[in-house]
């Protein structure tokens, strides 16, 4: 069972901008079920951790993608966007810092597994206007 669920999210009109919100849904669940797995002693915090690593170096790539893309489109609410962005890698970076500080996985796993409500959120009402706007402007470049 999933923490969530593709279908929480709205379709992107740009085909990578979806890919990418489907890849990190399965690694969002991927880290919830570790986390269950490894709180029974099934799974290894070697295992948990490097895919915990997964999730930033992935939630870096998506915000970069996107970033560059509007930038790319002169994506007029840009600052909005990308501002939504630094706030989430701040949230997240300062998970890792409480994780690393005090050698407490919980305390990243705990961030992540709150992370979908955000995600869900943040896609549905900031990543849909961007995608159409961008889906338009990418159709009226290739013609
Ligand atoms: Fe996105
Ligand atoms: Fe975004």
């Known amino acids: ?4 669920y593709i279908e929480q999210l709205e379709e992107m009109s740009v085909e990578k901008m979806q890919q990418t919100h489907e890849n990190e849904v ?6 919830d079920n570790l986390a269950i797995s490894y709180d029974r002693g099934e799974a290894t915090l070697d295992e948990l951790e490097q895919k915990i690593d997964e999730y930033v170096e992935h ?7 996107e970033e560059g893309l509007m930038q790319e489109y002169n994506f007029p609410s840009y600052d909005m966007h990308k501002t939504a ?3 989430f890698l701040e949230e997240l970076q300062h998970a890792i810092k409480q994780w690393k500080r005090y ?7 705990n961030f992540i597994r709150r992370a979908p409500e955000w ?3 943040h896609v549905n009402t900031v990543d849909v206007p961007t995608a159409n706007y961008l889906a338009k402007k990418m159709g009226s470049v290739a013609t």
């Open 119 to 121: 995600i869900v959120l």
């Open 85 to 87: 962005h630094d706030m």
């Open 103 to 109: 050698e407490k996985v919980e305390k990243i796993t």
């Open 1 to 4: 069972m999933g923490l969530v």
């Open 59 to 65: 939630v870096h790539k998506h915000f970069a993608y």
């Open 26 to 31: 399965k690694i969002l669940n991927a880290i």
